[in-house]
C-alpha cells in the first residue's frame, strides 16, 4: 500500500509537543510513531529528544572505532618503517624507541577519532541527502515542523489531529 | 548589560548575518584590499629570494631561523583560542561565546594556514620540500621518529585537517539556512552543495550533537599537543635559553594569549563592518577581556618562572642568553615584550576599560606586537649568543625581505579571514537562535517564580 507524506508547522515547542504526544498515543492506521514521525527544528532542542523517547545514537562507537585503528595503524607504521631501518647506526638505542613514538601514535589516535567521527556522523545522520518528499524553508527560520507518513486511510485522521492543534499551514504529499 | 537580547526574533537573526554576506560596511573593502597589498609585498619577497637565494633574508649561520620561525610560532599561537571558544567553553557550557566562535574558529583554520608557509618559506628551496617528508626511500633519506620536527608537522596536519572539519560541520545548519533564504546564484549552488541536504530534522540533531561533543573532546587535547610539540622543538634541543621544562606550557598560554587578543581585534572589526552590534555585544566583549586579563596573568607567570628557573639554574650559558636579552642589542625588543605581554593587560583589569572599543582595539593590537615579540625573542637571542664566543654573532639583522615576508602573512590572513567572513556566516545563527530561546524561558521562569512569590 501506498505511503503519503503529511508536514505541519507550528509556531512553537509547546504545541509541537503536545501534537507529538497525541500522536504517539493515538492509534492510527498505518502510521507507526516510531517510524513514521519526525520533527524538523531550526535549533537544537533537547525537549524534542525527550518527547520523541529514546533513540539510539551510534555515532561514539565510530569515534572509539576511528581512534583505536588511527592509533594502533599510526604504532605499526612508525615502528614497521624504524624496524626496517635497522642498518642506521642508532649507537646502542633502541630501533623502535617507545616514548617519542607514543607522540604520533598520539597525533594518530586523534586523526582517525575525529576523521571517522565525522564519517559516523554522515552515516548516522544519513548525509549527504535528498530533500524530503515535504519541505518548508521556514524551518531553518523560526518554525517547527512535524513530517509524517501514513497509509491513505490515516491521513485524514493525521490532519485532523494537527488541525485541532493549530497547525499554520499544512502540506500533504500527492499518492503514487 | 546582557550578553544578547532576548527579544530578537529569529527571523531578524536569519536576515541580519545574511545581509553580511552581501552588504557589509566600505571599511570592508578598505580592510581587504590593504590586506591584498601586504601580501603582494610578501609574494615579491618571496619570488625575489626564490630567484636569489636565501642570503637576501640575511640568515646566516647560526642565525639560522631568524622572523621566519618566530612569525611560524606566532600564527601557531594565534590558532589555539579558536579552540578555546569553540570547544573548552563548549564543555563548559559557556553560551555567550556563540555569537563570537565561527569567527575564532575561521581564524583557527587561516593562521594554520599561514604558519604552514613559513615552513616552505624558511626551507628557501621549495623544489626541495618533499626531502623533509620522512619516508623510507632509495636514496636513504632516513626519517627521524624522534624529532620533534616531525612530531611538529604531523600534530600541524592533525590539527589543522580537525580544524577545518570542526568548522564546516558546525557549519553545516547555517549552510542550510544560507541555501533556503538566498537567490539563485553561485552561492545558493555552493551552499546546497555544502549543506549536504541538512533539513534539521531529530535525527540529524541528535547526531550532529554528539559529534560536534566529541570532537571538541578531540580538538582540547590535541591544541594542548600542538603547541606542546611546537614548544619541544626549543625544549628538547641543547641550545641556552631553549632547554627548560616550563617551554610546554609557557607556550600554551602564550598561544592562547595570542589568540584572545587577536579575537578582541577581530571582534571589534567585525562588529563594526558587519553592523553585528546587537549580537557581538560589549558584554561578551567584556567576558572575552576577562578571559585575556587571566591568560595574560598565567603568561606573566610562566615568564617568571622561566627567568627564574633559568636564572637559579646552574647553566651558564643558559644565564648569558637572559642577559644578553635584557641588556644587549635585543634589549628594546625584550623590554618592549615584557611591557606590551605583561604590563599593558594591567589595563584590562579596570572595568571602564573593559569596554571601551577604541582602548581595546589598541591594546589588542598591542598585546599582540608583544606575543610576536616573545617568538622572536625566543628565537634570535639563542641563536645569536650560541656556547662558543665564535658563534656569537649579535649583529645580525632582518633583512627587508623577511619584514616584507611577515607583512605578507598578515594580508594573507586578513584576506583569507575576510573572504571567509563574506562568504560564510560569521555568526553561528542557529546558536544564537539557542542562546535566545534558553534566556527567554529563564526569563519567563524567573517571572514566574517572582509572580508566585508576591
Keep these: 500500500?501506498?505511503?503519503?507524506?503529511?508536514?505541519?508547522?507550528?509556531?512553537?515547542?509547546?504545541?509541537?509537543?503536545?501534537?507529538?504526544?497525541?500522536?504517539?498515543?493515538?492509534?492510527?492506521?498505518?502510521?507507526?510513531?516510531?517510524?513514521?514521525?519526525?520533527?524538523?527544528?531550526?535549533?537544537?532542542?533537547?525537549?524534542?529528544?525527550?518527547?520523541?523517547?529514546?533513540?539510539?545514537?551510534?555515532?561514539?562507537?565510530?569515534?572509539?572505532?576511528?581512534?583505536?585503528?588511527?592509533?594502533?595503524?599510526?604504532?605499526?607504521?612508525?615502528?614497521?618503517?624504524?624496524?626496517?631501518?635497522?642498518?642506521?647506526?642508532?649507537?646502542?638505542?633502541?630501533?623502535?624507541?617507545?616514548?617519542?613514538?607514543?607522540?604520533?601514535?598520539?597525533?594518530?589516535?586523534?586523526?582517525?577519532?575525529?576523521?571517522?567521527?565525522?564519517l559516523g556522523f554522515l552515516i548516522c545522520a544519513g548525509l549527504p541527502a535528498k530533500r524530503s518528499?515535504?519541505?518548508?524553508?521556514?524551518?531553518?527560520?523560526?518554525?517547527?515542523?512535524?513530517?509524517?507518513?501514513?497509509?491513505?486511510?490515516?491521513?485524514?485522521?493525521?490532519?485532523?489531529?494537527?488541525?485541532?492543534?493549530?497547525?499554520?499551514?499544512?502540506?500533504?504529499?500527492?499518492?503514487? | 548589560m546582557k550578553d544578547i537580547r532576548e527579544d530578537i526574533a529569529w527571523a531578524k537573526i536569519n536576515k541580519d548575518v545574511l545581509v553580511s554576506l552581501e552588504n557589509p560596511r566600505k571599511m570592508y573593502w578598505v580592510i581587504v584590499f590593504s590586506a591584498l597589498a601586504l601580501f603582494s609585498v610578501g609574494v615579491g619577497c618571496e619570488v625575489y629570494q626564490y630567484n636569489v637565494g636565501m642570503g637576501v633574508a640575511n640568515l646566516n649561520n647560526p642565525n639560522v631561523w631568524?622572523?621566519?620561525?618566530?612569525?611560524?610560532?606566532?600564527?601557531?599561537?594565534?590558532?589555539?583560542?579558536?579552540?578555546?571558544?569553540?570547544a573548552i567553553l563548549h564543555l563548559m557550557h559557556a553560551d555567550?561565546?556563540?555569537?563570537?566562535?565561527?569567527?575564532?574558529?575561521?581564524?583557527?583554520?587561516?593562521?594554520?594556514?599561514?604558519?604552514?608557509?613559513?615552513?616552505?618559506?624558511?626551507?628557501?628551496?621549495?623544489?626541495?620540500?618533499?626531502?623533509?617528508?620522512?619516508?623510507?626511500?632509495?636514496?636513504?633519506?632516513?626519517?627521524?621518529?624522534?624529532?620533534?620536527?616531525?612530531?611538529?608537522?604531523?600534530?600541524?596536519?592533525?590539527?589543522?585537517?580537525?580544524?577545518?572539519?570542526?568548522?564546516?560541520?558546525?557549519?553545516?545548519p547555517d549552510l542550510a539556512i544560507c541555501r533556503d533564504n538566498l537567490h539563485e546564484g553561485w552561492r545558493k549552488k555552493l551552499y546546497t552543495f555544502l549543506a549536504l541536504g541538512w533539513e534539521g530534522t531529530d535525527r540529524q540533531w541528535r547526531n550532529?550533537?554528539?559529534?560536534?561533543?566529541?570532537?571538541?573532546?578531540?580538538?582540547?587535547?590535541?591544541?594542548?599537543?600542538?603547541?606542546?610539540?611546537?614548544?619541544?622543538?626549543?625544549?628538547?634541543?641543547?641550545?641556552?635559553?631553549w632547554h627548560v621544562t616550563s617551554f610546554p606550557p609557557y607556550f600554551v598560554a602564550g598561544a592562547l594569549y595570542s589568540g584572545c587578543a587577536a579575537i578582541i581585534t577581530l571582534f571589534i572589526i567585525l562588529r563594526y563592518v558587519f553592523k553585528f552590534e546587537d549580537y557581538m555585544t560589549k558584554s561578551i566583549l567584556k567576558k572575552t577581556v576577562r578571559l585575556t586579563f587571566a591568560i595574560a596573568m598565567v603568561w606573566t607567570y610562566l615568564n617568571a618562572v622561566e627567568f627564574a628557573a633559568v636564572w637559579y639554574g646552574h647553566d651558564v650559558d643558559a644565564k648569558q642568553v637572559l642577559i644578553q636579552k635584557a641588556t644587549g642589542p635585543f634589549a628594546p625588543f625584550w623590554w618592549g615584550m615584557i611591557f606590551c605581554g605583561s604590563v599593558l593587560p594591567l589595563i584590562l583589569a579596570f572595568k571602564r576599560f573593559q569596554t571601551n572599543i577604541p582602548v581595546l582595539f589598541a591594546v589588542s593590537l598591542l598585546l599582540n606586537l608583544g606575543m610576536w615579540l616573545e617568538r622572536w625573542m625566543i628565537v634570535a637571542p639563542t641563536f645569536s649568543h650560541g656556547y662558543y664566543p665564535w658563534v656569537w654573532d649579535n649583529d645580525q639583522w632582518p633583512s627587508l625581505v623577511q619584514w616584507g615576508m611577515v607583512m605578507g602573512s598578515f594580508g594573507w590572513f586578513t584576506l583569507l579571514f575576510m573572504i571567509f567572513c563574506k562568504v560564510f556566516p560569521s555568526v553561528s545563527m542557529y546558536e544564537v537562535k539557542?542562546?535566545?530561546?534558553?534566556?527567554?524561558?529563564?526569563?519567563?521562569?524567573?517571572?514566574t517564580a517572582e509572580q508566585g512569590a508576591h
Design chain 2, 434 to 447: 539557542e542562546m535566545v530561546y534558553h534566556r527567554s524561558l529563564h526569563l519567563k521562569k524567573d517571572e
Design chain 2, 208 to 241: 550532529f550533537r554528539i559529534t560536534y561533543l566529541t570532537i571538541a573532546c578531540f580538538l582540547i587535547p590535541l591544541a594542548v599537543s600542538v603547541h606542546s610539540i611546537v614548544a619541544s622543538d626549543f625544549a628538547m634541543s641543547q641550545q641556552p635559553g
Design chain 2, 66 to 86: 631568524g622572523l621566519y620561525i618566530a612569525t611560524f610560532i606566532f600564527w601557531i599561537g594565534m590558532s589555539h583560542s579558536g579552540t578555546l571558544l569553540s
Design chain 2, 96 to 172: 555567550w561565546r556563540k555569537p563570537i566562535y565561527r569567527f575564532a574558529e575561521a581564524m583557527t583554520t587561516f593562521s594554520l594556514m599561514t604558519a604552514g608557509l613559513f615552513v616552505m618559506v624558511h626551507i628557501g628551496r621549495l623544489w626541495q620540500f618533499y626531502y623533509a617528508f620522512p619516508y623510507p626511500s632509495e636514496r636513504w633519506v632516513w626519517p627521524n621518529f624522534q624529532s620533534p620536527l616531525l612530531w611538529d608537522a604531523m600534530a600541524i596536519f592533525t590539527y589543522l585537517s580537525s580544524s577545518v572539519l570542526f568548522l564546516y560541520v558546525g557549519m553545516i
Design chain 1, 133 to 176: 518528499p515535504l519541505y518548508s524553508t521556514s524551518v531553518s527560520e523560526d518554525k517547527i515542523a512535524i513530517l509524517v507518513k501514513s497509509d491513505d486511510g490515516g491521513i485524514s485522521a493525521l490532519k485532523a489531529i494537527f488541525t485541532k492543534h493549530q497547525a499554520l499551514e499544512i502540506q500533504e504529499e500527492a499518492g503514487k
Design chain 1, 1 to 118: 500500500m501506498s505511503k503519503r507524506h503529511l508536514l505541519a508547522m507550528f509556531s512553537n515547542f509547546d504545541e509541537a509537543e503536545l501534537v507529538v504526544k497525541e500522536l504517539r498515543s493515538t492509534s492510527i492506521k498505518g502510521f507507526n510513531p516510531d517510524d513514521d514521525l519526525v520533527v524538523k527544528s531550526p535549533i537544537e532542542h533537547p525537549e524534542v529528544e525527550e518527547f520523541l523517547g529514546d533513540k539510539p545514537v551510534y555515532v561514539q562507537w565510530f569515534t572509539l572505532f576511528g581512534a583505536l585503528m588511527g592509533g594502533l595503524l599510526g604504532f605499526f607504521l612508525i615502528s614497521g618503517s624504524q624496524a626496517g631501518f635497522y642498518a642506521q647506526m642508532k649507537g646502542g638505542k633502541p630501533i623502535v624507541p617507545f616514548p617519542p613514538n607514543f607522540v604520533l601514535t598520539y597525533e594518530m589516535f586523534i586523526l582517525g577519532g575525529v576523521y571517522i567521527s565525522i
